[in-house]
């Protein structure tokens, strides 16, 4: 989820390896599959379980553990480790907190403890009241001023807080702050708008030695949240003086707040102007930026972290870069990092597309160069935009205004204003970014080459400066001016035995997450298995994938195709891995064989034969098998006619998406030329509208990207964007289809079904975005056997030699294929979990050259899983985030994650997944339905089971009446329109405890639209499907039936 | 690509082009790397680096400009900077001019695009050697001549450049204790942490004879930092000698060297020296470990002649004047980094607690140091 990604799955990582070095058993709970810790192999007993008081103390109850290490976890974790002292359970059964004992966490989360521990420390922080009434607010509104700074104590990223410029905002602000805090406090701050903004990773341990990992300066000021700042590494602009003195106070904080071992991330605020330094926050476990300063220096602040929690001193823990040193030290670097966030808002219509203190970003690349310069570009091209911004044509003054209010393309824009001659001044006084800063800047601007001048050579990352010989291979490339006679000074030592090369995902983004970094990170072990090794490229700080002890060599490198050659060149590798990073090195894999890189498993051809739509659906046509009539326009006019002859409904997208960007359905000929009118521009430089095969694409990424040997062109800076005419896709829209995933393994000559995956929303919910079971709970025998069928022609005909992933509609009883992906697919991980299989792990051992014959698999009930459980995948939306957007699934992918639920039945299952979802089903009161004319009829099932587990149900007219006349007694509730009170007053008042709202068609603002924003920002269960509304009501009534559901033990199911 | 216009030749003929950016002209010297990541003008002005070129790790150097507060002597001592990314800013919120400018202004040659990376490599596996920053226009030939003319670091007395010529007297009048430093190239950070804690501080030149030392009846003496070889510094040794035992004795980096030499320990040359602001040093009184700023390229010799010190005990050694016991040592390579003469009063630091460049975590030796005056008197 937003705030919480990745970075904790590494974190949890490193945890389980050095604590299994030292000798204890792991137990270990999650809730999210798509995470290495949770592979079985990790811990001992592993909990896919929501991460709740409920099903934690359970598990505590069960393994009876001596201790809980809640540091490497994120807020979640602490937050929980917080409740179960507070409920007695860890006293209960004897359970010690390490890491950071209760006191230390709660001085850190609580502001109020925390403005008086750094008083006592007597350290400066901005001027703030705390607040638990907007009353209580609006009283402390003399003594701050306006701006003022609204943060929700305990809420993860800074959510539900914000920037109040006058009373009205401040009033909304405190409000929502008031509610998403669980403890019901806000608190105000004084605003430090415009003061630099840097952060300290510090470790302690137990003999209260401390060091400075890092540290991290943001180049956007104070006002952006720090998960959304452009941040370098280490800090470019204080004196040594003033750096010591932040340095000082980053070790008093630690020490003020008591934690004893382990990392902390200490944010600062500093005038630049008058020296000044505030204390912000502390964060006492390891954090996002944790993850990005051990990423930047080498120094593993989570292994350490939990060596550390155990009882070692830094000093009795070796550096295993150097291998000669200690872990006691700060590592120094040679080199500059920048980070760069990654947004999604464009999938957010209606939600203001501005940076503020609370966290808006979905991932998250980094880049390391030798200078600045070279660190910035090389991030800007690893973000991978869907769509650069084109600024060519926006007025200076208009460019400039925009950047008074920071979003998601400042620094596009600085840069076109640079380009333009713009002067540093003017930038600077609207930004206050630091002059240094804009003047790197302006070099990028005028002369995007400029960094790249000289030899690109692979150097370490050492932690020590070339101090000391490295001993661990992490690499970055830089450029330098070449030696007299001396050849590129590559430090990459490559050694004698064979290695292939893994292509990761590249900054996580919605559509593309953290399962395929799985996937990925499932590779690498596969290939150092067989005895070669295991070469990984990625640019995404977050994962596992590039800690460096996942691979034998880590080059650190945007994943584009000429800095994926430059590696090859240099590596030489027996193969190239492109199926498991999902379309990212998919996308490269073309280029890359143009470029005689030797690709293992999927051809190129295979691969272009699947994604071309063309193609593809000869292909389907040959083989006998029903896909939606389809066309493929090129402009408004074609669209319109092919319109007429696939037929209404359509669902229509852009050719080049992955996650169904900007993907709808329209009913009509008007609704389709309104969506043609918004993603058709008449600019025939729209930047994205690419052709669809990922061979023309490869190719264009191939040329846009000059000669391998040439230095990287503008293009790769995302600067500007490649031209090329747009294209859109029409499909019929299959209205109530059952949506079918299927993940499956072949070899070219033989098929091994992994998954079979049943969606419970309907087709026309994307499907990482609908929930979905293993085994499917209601196609028979007779379909299983065709999808079974259906998936090994394909998977023969295409060509496959690794993973492919189907996706079907079930339609009126018949059988239709939607898309073939023949790559790792985002279920993998969960797949795998559910059947107890490691589809990513054998899929590259058949890239090897293995056969499915050689992998001894289990016959029978293929695709449905083996032992007696079912497992649900839920999306976990971010829907609270994007004030305004409207909270209801569609075509076009929203989710930030997902989470998974395991049980010995279906509801059971589902109940678990929505809770760990974060919106567990209630067991009784009000449930509130209102759906469109075409569910009216099926609406009463819903209505009947809640009625019969005692909930009242409540509707408005058209829904109650269709109700009514089932004989399921039910209130009428006004619409919006028809007076108070209305539905609104019912969810504002909390008298409603759960919403089923299927949406009337498209169309914003719209009643349904209103409900749903509401229940989200109350955070009410609210189901937008009725096929989710029946899974839900009998999810409750198993849940009264059986209670709070027995938690499951991975490695019991799949003994 | 810039076009090259200045080099740096090291004595064993590897060469690293680069842009010229300070002063015209050429500089000789031993060629040495620091590994802080700030600081450049406190390293520049640091009287220890008489007689060096410094080679920045850091490509970034000059972002924040220059200002009086991070000057650690009125000039800048190092003989030429030489980094991956030089820059001039005036208008660095706290700058009072731009680094280039500056050097530029003192003097001082500079080279910036220079593969410091690579250059570092080779001076960490071959040694700090000799070597000079020359203009493009200098041939080879004439630059290699230049080289050989230059002594090497070994056996010299780069004190005396550095050296006051007169005394001067810091600190209130008749308050506070009273500390003779024997200035072999005193770093003003020094300075100011004495006066900080009320002590009055006269700075003597190095040539200054124990008697005249004595005749002022200091409550203890200090021996500076300072640069080069302490092994060439025979008559400074003697005088430290002639007060062991007659005064408390304090010493910090070269001083501490020769205190070790005075009481009779030898020193050796380390291959490359430490310079940086990250060296982990442990304190064998209270285990705790302090992150150091470091600045030297020669070391005191353990017990019976070890270059470094096994296990984390306070070893002793059998000197001149009694046993001495070994209070610090450095975490990355186990040398020498403090020691307490248990005889007599007295006791020095490798490193450089007063920070200036670095971390501050060793301040706490000057609060000890004056304490130790207090009990001594
Ligand atoms: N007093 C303030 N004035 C201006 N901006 C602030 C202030 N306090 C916090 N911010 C901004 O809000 C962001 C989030 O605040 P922070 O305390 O770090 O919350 P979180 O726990 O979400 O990290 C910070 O990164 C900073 O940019
Ligand atoms: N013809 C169709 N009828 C109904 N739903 C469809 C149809 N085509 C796609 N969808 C829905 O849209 C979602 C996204 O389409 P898909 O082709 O899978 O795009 P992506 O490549 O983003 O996964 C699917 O998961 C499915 O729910
Ligand atoms: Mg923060
Ligand atoms: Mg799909």
């Known amino acids: 989820m937003i705030g919480q990604a990745a970075e904790f799955d590494y974190s949890g990582v490193q945890a389980c390896k050095v604590l299994r070095e030292e000798g204890y058993e792991i137990v270990l709970v999650n809730s999210n599959p798509a995470t290495i810790m949770t592979d079985p192999e990790l811990a001992d007993a592993t909990y896919i379980e929501p991460l709740l008081p409920g099903p934690v103390a359970q598990v505590i109850a069960r393994e009876r553990p001596d201790a809980l290490l809640p540091t490497l976890g994120g807020q979640t974790a602490l937050n929980l480790a917080k409740a179960l002292h507070d409920d007695g359970t860890l006293e209960r059964h004897g359970v010690e907190l390490i890491g950071a004992n209760y006191d230390a966490i709660a001085c850190a989360e609580d502001r109020e403890l925390f403005g008086a521990a750094m008083a006592r420390a007597g350290l400066a922080m901005p001027e703030s009241a705390i607040a638990r009434t907007l009353e209580q607010a609006i009283e402390a509104l003399p003594r701050l001023g306006l701006p003022c700074i609204v943060r929700p104590a305990f809420t993860l990223g800074g959510r539900g807080g914000g920037i109040a410029r006058d009373e009205p905002e401040l009033r909304a602000l405190v409000a929502r702050g008031l509610e998403v805090s669980p403890i019901g406090q806000v608190l105000l701050d004084q605003s430090v708008l415009g003061w630099g903004e840097f952060e300290l990773e510090v470790m302690r341990d137990g003999a209260d030695n401390v060091v400075i990992v890092c540290s991290i300066e ?35 904080v630690i020490r003020a707040v008591g934690v004893e071992t382990g990392g902390s991330n200490v944010q600062f605020a500093v005038n630049p102007e008058t020296e000044e330094i505030l204390v912000i926050e502390m964060n006492p476990r390891v ?11 080498g120094f593993p602040i989570a292994k350490i972290a939990a060596r550390l929690a155990v009882g070692y001193r830094l000093e009795e823990i070796d550096n295993d870069i150097t291998g000669v040193t200690p872990a006691c030290f700060e590592p120094t670097i040679d080199y500059v990092v920048v980070k760069w966030p990654r947004f999604a808002f464009e999938k957010f219509p209606g939600t203001a597309a501005t940076l503020s203190t609370h966290m808006k970003s979905v991932g998250e690349a980094m880049a390391i160069g030798r200078t600045f310069g070279q660190a910035f570009a090389k991030a800007l091209r690893s973000r991978e935009l869907d769509k650069p911004p084109c600024l060519g044509d926006v007025s200076d003054q208009a460019l400039l205004d925009g950047l008074e209010i920071p979003g998601p393309e400042r620094f596009e824009a600085i840069l076109e204003l640079l380009r333009r001659g713009v002067a540093v001044e003017a930038i600077r006084a609207r930004t206050a970014i ?32 070339a101090e000391f010989p490295a001993r661990t291979p992490y690499y970055y490339s830089g450029w330098e001016r070449p030696r007299a006679g001396g050849a590129a000074s590559h430090e990459v030592a490559r050694g004698e035995r064979p ?54 060599r880590l080059y650190f490198e945007p994943l584009t195709l000429q800095d994926v050659l430059a590696v090859v060149r240099v590596e030489q590798p027996e193969g190239v891995i492109v199926q498991f990073g999902g379309q990212t090195p998919l996308k490269l894999a073309a280029g890359l064989a143009a470029a005689g890189a030797p690709l293992l498993g999927t051809s190129v051809e295979a691969i272009d034969l699947a994604e071309d739509r063309g193609r593809f659906g000869a292909l389907l046509a040959e083989l006998g098998y029903k896909a939606p009539p389809y066309a493929t326009a090129g402009s408004v006019k074609d669209a ?66 000059g000669s391998p040997e040439g230095s990287p062109s503008s293009q790769n800076t995302g600067l500007q964007a490649p031209r090329s005419t747009p294209a859109i896709f029409l499909d019929r829209f299959l209205e109530d289809a059952t949506e079918v995933d299927v993940d499956a393994l072949c070899d070219g000559a033989e098929v091994w079904i992994g998954g079979i995956m049943q969606h419970v929303e309907e087709a026309g919910v994307h499907s990482g975005d609908s929930a979905c079971v293993l085994p499917p709970h209601s196609l028979g025998e007779e379909m299983l056997g065709q999808i079974r069928d259906a998936t090994r022609e394909l998977a023969l005909a295409i060509g496959v030699v690794g993973l492919l992933n189907v996706q079907y509609a079930v339609h009126a009883g018949e059988l239709y294929v939607i898309e073939a992906n023949p790559r790792a697919s985002r279920t993998v991980p969960f797949v795998s979990k559910a059947v107890g299989v490691p589809l990513a792990k054998l899929a590259c051992r058949i890239m090897l050259g293995e056969r499915i014959a050689d992998l ?43 989470v998974m639920g395991i049980a010995r039945d279906f509801p059971t299952a589902f109940a678990k997944a929505q809770a760990a979802a974060g919106v567990p089903l209630p067991s009784g009161g009000t449930a509130f339905i209102t759906v469109t004319d075409s569910d009216k009829a099926g609406a009463f099932a819903v209505a009947q089971t809640l009625h019969d587990s005692g909930f009242r149900i409540v509707a408005t007219r058209g829904t109650a009446e269709a109700i009514a006349r089932m004989g399921v007694p039910v209130q009428r509730l006004n619409k919006i329109g028809e007076g108070s009170p209305h539905v609104l007053d019912w969810i504002e008042r909390g008298d409603v405890d759960l919403v089923v709202n299927t949406p009337t068609g498209s169309g914003a603002r719209t009643d349904g639209w209103e409900i749903r924003r509401a229940a989200v920002a109350h955070g009410i269960p609210c189901v937008t499907t009725l096929a989710a509304g029946v899974s839900a009501a009998r999810a409750i009534a198993r849940a009264q039936a059986n209670g709070e559901p027995e938690v499951l033990c991975l490695q019991e199911l799949h003994r | 690509m810039t076009v090259p216009s200045a080099y740096v030749l090291l004595d064993d003929g590897t060469r690293f082009d680069g842009v010229a950016c300070g002063a015209d002209g050429h500089a000789v010297g031993e060629v040495v790397f620091t590994t802080g990541m700030s600081g450049y003008q406190e390293s520049m002005t640091d009287p220890s680096f008489a007689g060096q070129l410094i080679a920045f790790t850091y490509p970034h150097i000059g972002n924040y400009g220059v200002s009086s507060e991070a000057m650690e002597s009125d000039r800048p001592w190092a003989r030429a900077a030489i980094m991956r990314e030089a820059c001039d800013r005036e208008d660095s919120p706290g700058a009072e001019g731009g680094w280039l400018r500056w050097l530029t202004d003192c003097g001082v040659p500079a080279i910036s695009g220079v593969d410091t990376r690579a250059l570092v490599k080779h001076i960490r596996d071959l040694g700090a050697m000799r070597g000079g920053l020359f203009p493009g226009a200098t041939s080879e030939a004439e630059a290699r001549g230049l080289i050989e003319s230059e002594p090497p670091m070994a056996g010299q007395d780069l004190a005396a450049e550095v050296t006051p010529t007169t005394v001067s007297r810091h600190g209130e009048a008749d308050t506070g204790p ?23 501080v006269a700075l003597h030149p190095c040539t200054t004879t124990a008697a005249e030392l004595l005749a002022e009846d200091p409550d203890a003496v200090f021996l500076s930092n300072g640069p080069g070889d302490p092994a060439a510094l025979d008559y400074v040794v003697q005088t430290v000698r002639e007060l062991v035992g007659r005064k408390p004795v304090w010493g910090i980096c070269l001083g501490h060297q020769l205190l070790c030499r005075a009481v009779g320990l030898e020193t050796f040359k380390l291959p490359f020296g430490h310079r940086g602001a990250n060296h982990p040093v442990k304190d064998l009184q209270t285990g705790r470990i302090e992150i150091t700023s470091q600045n030297h390229g020669f070391a005191a010799l353990g017990p019976n002649g070890a270059r470094t010190i096994g296990a984390d005990e306070p070893v002793r050694w059998q000197t001149d004047f009694g046993e001495a016991q070994l209070s610090h040592v450095n975490l990355y390579d186990r040398t020498v980094e403090g020691l307490e003469l248990l005889d007599v009063p007295g006791g020095t630091v490798q490193y450089h607690p007063e920070a200036g460049p670095g971390p501050h975590d060793s301040l706490y030796l000057f609060d000890r140091f004056l304490r130790r005056i207090a009990e001594a008197a």
């Open chain 1, 218 to 252: 943001n180049v956007d000021p104070m006002g952006v949240h720090t998960g959304d700042s452009v941040t370098v590494a280490p800090q470019q602009t204080l004196t040594d003086r003033l750096y010591q003195r932040l340095r000082d106070q980053a070790i008093a």
């Open chain 1, 287 to 297: 954090s996002r930026s944790s993850a990005l300063a051990s990423k930047a220096t």
């Open chain 1, 434 to 465: 630091d002059p240094w800063f804009l003047s790197e800047l302006r070099t990028i601007a005028e002369d995007p080459e400029a960094p790249f001048q000289g030899e690109r050579s692979f150097r370490s990352v050492d932690t020590c400066a």
């Open chain 1, 499 to 552: 290695s292939v090369v893994i292509l990761g995902a590249g900054p996580n983004r919605i559509g593309q997450g953290i399962e395929f970094d799985y996937c990925c990170v499932h590779a690498a072990m596969t290939v150092r298995e067989s005895g070669r090794d295991a070469v990984m490229v990625n640019c995404n700080p977050e994962t596992v994938s590039t800690d460096y002890d996942t691979s034998d």
């Open chain 1, 640 to 705: 319109l006619e092919h319109a007429e002859s696939v037929g209404y409904p359509l669902l229509v997208r852009p050719s080049y998406v992955l996650g169904g960007r900007a993907m709808e359905i329209v009913y009509s000929r008007d609704g389709l030329a309104d969506y043609l009118s918004r993603e058709l521009p008449p600019d025939p430089s729209d930047p994205d509208g690419s052709p669809s095969s990922s061979l023309e694409k490869a190719v264009r990424g191939a040329d846009g990207q």
């Open chain 1, 856 to 898: 001894d698999l289990p016959a029978g009930r293929e695709g449905l899983g083996y032992g007696d459980h079912v497992s649900v995948k839920e999306a976990v939306l971010p829907f609270d985030r994007f004030e305004g957007s409207d909270a209801v699934l569609g075509p076009e992918m929203r989710s930030t994650g997902e």
């Open chain 2, 178 to 200: 009273k500390i003779a430093v024997l200035d072999t190239g005193i770093k003003g950070s020094m300075v100011r942490e004495l006066l900080a804690r009320g002590a009055r």
